[in-house]
């Protein structure tokens, strides 16, 4: 390859790439995509192909590159090309690569001079490239000629701004010697997409094909219309050159050999040619690594200390060791212990914020699902006055009582405390889920000694199975009790005289009216698509009504819906819906919004259902009853009561509901206080206690702390990843010290390219330039007469390189004719000033005497200072 520079720098990004490759990570070092741009027939693709160091893009006159050509440079140990529209195929002689552009273009765009905006993808894998993409773009052309479409200019204009406008990429502005340099294209394009010229270099091509007489010496030096990174001329091969097959090593000597001879350009002859460009465009990507490299150390650093902590655990570490065997025993088991009750108790550090957890998950169950498999535990209306009825005729058999029979009211509470067994004992198997669902969490941390954990999870499981039969004998044993006696003198209960006055409208229990019960998301599942579909609405639940809101904050009511005659009815998943769904319908068979019967009302989980159910519950809205259940109690209601028998079914109606309502009260406490004490206090009592006496009998300690093959791959890996870390910011800081990065040239003045009027290159003042290398001077024809009067630092150039003297006039026309250095402002930071520029003007200057072999500079008068 012909390109050294990049070479050099192979080794440094594989280096990087094997770093992270070891961590198994990729190294995002993002390199820039260069571009070239011109003018047609400028040079592009021969620029392109020295950079590369190949010699395999389609040549000639005229419009040759017609679609652009995104070239992949891959580094690979095998040098070959492959395209992308024909993936099977590997080039490895390049002469056919250059042919299968030519046909592959001739195919989109026809052989007329077509153009076509479709890249054409070539990838070239070699031992000798960076990781690139470099792209040769059709030249810039005004006059459209064959199949070219009548605004050619305008098409090429945007499909080349399309891959110059990328922040990353470098912008190659090539144009012609023999080309007035006002006029380029190119670089007005550049000017369009990088107006502060960071990533623009000029590039001068075909300075053997000028005119006898002229030369580009000023352009070249930056002096006339100046880029921030100024130009580099180089000379390519003729297209005699490419059709003799002249190799690019020898059109590179040629060209060194043009730039050392030529009179105009020998002073500049190490700032000129293709390798001066490969290397600019090189220490550009060596700059794009080095201001990657504090990214990435960073976050190499942070993984390192993230590592630190464990990996400090390992250092020594010896798996067959009893000493650690038997402390890392204590000590997983304490914290299993330790976790165990911070989920139940609740605690500060590591909150769950996704879902409940633990503790929380039982507090529902006490004061969510228990109360409301209470509720929806309780007497139909028409049952209970029907079972009255018949105690209170079985009781006085053949005789009409004349007195309400107290027997009656103690066989139907009786009933009534007898339903309570379920309720109590599905709270027991929702709690003891809870509890083993804990168990597992707290046992993941074992997950390192698979034996430790499998015997823990087993032996406290089989602990909270032997509480569970004694808690609900306690609960069954509370039930029996309540049973027992049924205490009328309870402080609570109505009694025999407020019973006969209550009225029967109090019979269904309400909270205080206006008060608000629940608020929450709810989605109307059932509005049809014609009406905007199901929608999410802020549902607020009061004891007197349902209403709607559009959102949380209350201010646009949707709906309000009164509780009278509605009941809950569960309503079955949708077979594409993964939400839950119940509906609230009403008994009178009225519509209860808008023209829908029942509105459906849908949640995320099954638990979140069950808890509006249990609100609705407490505002008095209960769930549907069977059918069948409905049609056999309408049959069997068929009989008539006298009105002696109504008031006697009223008056222990009552004293049910009171009686019942005390023993509800004292369950829905008690029930709770129980589990706690039996079940989760005696477990947690048994992991601190108890727990490692059961593990110690269970198996010896080398069975139950041998270490699981997923643990022993983990800390091998972690070892592994620690030192290819430190491995890596070795290597960065190796590429730190080894590397250099130039500093960004200073802002020149580059307003000639926002002129829309084309200036004609003639010798006016120059523009100020710093675009030589920081202690370079400029050759300089003769001696310098006399010493500086004031030396310059070098570290001062950039204040005095970029203005010019102020209030100045310019120059004699006469001066230029000398050649004279000394006529001109000053060009760079190391040469010295005549006259600093702190001096106001008119004060006289101490100028050197002239060397006598030089001639005497002519001063005009200066009026403008004077006057």
Not at 578 to 602: G, M, P, W
Not at 693 to 701: E, I
Not at 763 to 776: A, D, E, I, K, T
């Amino acid at each position: 390859m012909g390109n050294r520079g990049m070479e050099e720098l192979i080794p440094l990004v594989n280096k990087l790439q094997d770093a992270f490759s070891s961590i198994g990570q990729s190294c995002h070092l993002d390199l820039p995509q260069i571009a070239v741009v011109g003018g047609q027939s400028a040079g592009k693709s021969s620029v392109l192909e020295n950079f590369v160091g190949r010699d395999f893009l389609p040549r000639g006159s005229g419009i040759v590159t017609r679609r652009p050509l995104i070239l992949q440079l891959i580094f690979s140990k095998t040098e070959y090309a492959e395209f992308l529209h024909c993936k099977s195929k590997k080039f490895t002689d390049f002469e056919e690569v250059r042919q299968e552009i030519e046909a592959e273009t001739d195919r989109v765009t026809g052989t007329n001079k077509g153009i076509s905006p479709v890249p054409i993808n070539l990838r070239v894998y070699s031992p000798h490239v960076l990781n690139l993409t470099l792209i040769d773009l059709p030249g810039i052309t005004k006059v459209p000629v064959g199949d070219q479409p009548p605004d050619i200019e305008y098409q090429i204009k945007d499909m080349v701004l399309q891959f110059i406008s990328r922040e990353s990429s470098l912008i190659l502005a090539v144009t012609p010697a023999n080309m007035d340099l006002a006029n380029s294209d190119a670089l007005k394009l550049a000017k369009e997409v990088d107006p502060q010229g960071l990533r623009t270099i000029g590039v001068i091509t075909k300075l053997d094909l000028m005119d006898e007489g002229t030369d580009a010496r000023d352009i070249l030096e930056n002096k006339l219309l100046p880029l921030r990174r100024g130009y580099i001329g180089v000379v390519n091969r003729s297209q005699k050159d490419i059709e003799g097959k002249k190799d690019i090593r020898a059109a590179l000597a040629a060209e060194r050999k043009f730039f050392l001879s030529h009179p105009a350009y020998r002073h500049m002859a190490d700032r000129m040619g293709t390798p001066h460009l490969q290397k600019t465009l090189n220490q550009q990507l060596t700059n794009h690594i080095r201001e990657s490299l504090p990214a990435l150390r960073s976050k190499l650093q942070s993984q390192l200390l993230s590592l630190e902590k464990e990996v400090e655990e390992y250092k020594n570490f010896r798996p067959d060791d009893p000493t650690r065997k038997t402390k890392a025993l204590l000590q997983m088991v304490q914290q299993f212990g330790v976790d165990f009750e911070k989920r139940i108790e609740g605690s500060g550090d590591q909150v769950d914020t996704l879902e409940l957890s633990g503790g929380a998950r039982i507090n529902r169950i006490f004061h969510e699902r228990f109360p409301f498999e209470l509720v929806k535990m309780e007497f139909d209306e028409k049952d209970l006055r029907r079972e009255i009825s018949y105690a209170i005729k079985n009781i006085h058999g053949v005789r009409t009582g004349l007195f309400t029979p107290d027997l009656a009211f103690e066989a139907i509470v009786k009933k009534q405390v007898v339903k309570l067994k379920e309720p109590c004992l599905k709270c027991v198997d929702l709690v003891i889920q809870e509890l083993i669902n804990t168990v597992r969490q707290c046992t993941s941390k074992l997950s390192s000694y698979p034996r430790l954990r499998e015997e823990t999870e087993r032996i406290v499981t089989t602990y909270i199975r032997e509480r569970e039969g004694r808690t609900k004998d306690q609960i069954l044993l509370l039930i029996d009790i309540e049973q027992s006696y049924i205490n009328t003198n309870h402080e609570d209960f109505i009694g025999f005289a407020n019973a006969q006055q209550r009225s029967t409208q109090l019979n269904k229990k309400r909270a205080i009216p206006n008060q608000v019960i629940r608020r929450g998301w709810l989605t109307i599942n059932n509005i049809s698509l014609m009406k905007g579909g199901s929608k999410e609405y802020w549902f607020v639940l009061t004891a007197e009504s349902l209403s709607w809101y559009k959102d949380e904050e209350e201010k646009e009511k949707k709906y309000m819906l009164p509780l009278d005659n509605l009941k809950i009815r569960d309503v079955e998943k949708g077979f594409m819906s993964n939400k839950h769904v119940f509906a609230i319908f009403n008994t009178e068979q009225r519509n209860v919004y808008k023209d829908l019967r029942q509105i459906e009302l849908a949640c995320d989980s099954q638990e979140d259902v069950d808890s509006w159910k249990a609100s609705f519950l407490r505002a008095g809205v209960y769930p549907e009853k069977d059918q069948a259940e409905n049609e056999d109690g309408a049959q069997e209601n068929t009989f008539s009561m006298d009105p002696q028998l109504e008031r006697q079914v009223e008056t222990i109606r009552n004293l049910v509901d009171s009686y019942v309502a005390i023993i509800n009260k004292s369950i829905r406490d008690l029930m709770p206080k129980t589990i706690m004490h039996l079940m989760i206090n005696n477990t947690k009592a048994f992991i601190h206690h108890e727990l490692l006496a059961y593990l110690y009998s269970s198996a010896d300690q080398s069975s139950l702390m041998e270490e699981s093959a997923d643990q022993a791959q983990r800390r091998d890996d972690m070892l592994r990843m620690y030192h290819a870390l430190k491995e890596a910011l070795s290597i960065i800081g190796d590429i730190s010290t080894s590397t250099v990065s130039t500093p960004v040239p200073p802002p020149v003045d580059d307003t000639w390219l926002q002129s829309t009027s084309s200036h004609s290159p003639t010798l006016q003042r120059r523009p100020v330039s710093s675009m030589h290398p920081p202690g370079r001077p400029p050759a300089v024809r003769g001696p310098t007469p006399g010493p500086p009067l004031i030396p310059v630092p070098v570290g001062a150039a950039a204040s005095f390189s970029a203005p010019p003297i102020p209030s100045r006039p310019g120059p004699h026309p006469s001066v230029f004719a000398n050649n004279d250095p000394f006529s001109a402002p000053p060009q760079i930071p190391s040469r010295p000033a005549r006259i600093p520029p702190g001096i106001p003007p008119g004060v006289p200057s101490r100028r050197p005497p002239a060397a006598p072999s030089r001639p005497t500079i002519i001063r005009p008068a200066e009026p403008s200072l004077l006057d």
